[in-house]
T-cell receptor, first 114, second 111 residues
């Protein structure tokens, strides 16, 4: 069964450093998403991406975040200058269609900012 | 602010019993409703989705939707210890792609 994959599973970084989180969505899916979950809190939407551009973003997704689909398979989330409060699980998701289709989640990357 | 509310629990049920999980949402424009299961330290795993009022059954799981009351529920029949997890209610509003999650209800199935 096709699934979303994410690398690395755990990333430790120093405050102020840049990190790139990588995702490979399900191959025939067209819509891609990033969510995050701070420990003990709810899953929060960050951004959605379609046709090589951002289609929707939350207030969390400020100028320090960016997303890119550098090739036909990878989807990345970059955090330019990490802060302590960026420590969280970051989940990538993908869906085939836009509004009514289910989003399937990858296993997540645990980001720890020291 | 679109909200999805769930009782955090824990909800404890004996093995073999029916577990009933509830969720309310604030946005009347919501069109798609999802239940995800999340084990500790893992990602959300889709259990069911429902779009129309009424019941939808899939194996031991039944999702119920009442748009007039802005209420979604999940019934788990013949609960098993492996069902012990946090159950996330998630809602998508019409015209938007983002899914809004509740904080989740922790379910404990006691052997």
């Amino acid at each position: 069964e096709p699934e979303v994959t994410q690398t690395p599973s755990h990333q430790v970084t120093q405050m102020g450093q840049e990190v790139i989180l990588r995702c490979v969505p399900i191959s025939n899916h067209l819509y891609f998403y990033w969510y995050r979950q701070i420990l003990g809190q709810k899953v929060e939407f960050l951004v959605s991406f379609y046709n090589n551009e951002i289609s929707e973003k939350s207030e969390i997704f400020d100028d320090q975040f960016s997303v890119e689909r550098p090739d036909g398979s990878n989807f990345t989330l970059k955090i330019r200058s990490t802060k302590l409060e960026d420590s969280a699980m970051y989940f990538c998701a993908s869906s085939l269609e836009q509004y009514t289709d289910t989003q399937y989640f990858g296993p997540g990357t645990r980001l720890t900012v020291l | 602010q679109k909200e999805v509310e769930q009782n955090s629990g824990p909800l404890s049920v004996p093995e073999g019993a029916i577990a009933s999980l509830n969720c309310t949402y604030s946005d009347r424009g919501s069109q798609s409703f999802f239940w995800y299961r999340q084990y500790s330290g893992k990602s959300p795993e889709l259990i069911m989705f429902i779009y129309s009022n009424g019941d939808k059954e899939d194996g031991r799981f039944t999702a119920q939707l009442n748009k007039a009351s802005q209420y979604v529920s999940l019934l788990i029949r013949d609960s098993q210890p492996s069902d012990s997890a946090t159950y996330l209610c998630a809602v998508k509003s019409g015209g938007y792609q983002k899914v809004t999650f509740g904080t989740g209800t922790k379910l404990q199935v006691i052997p």
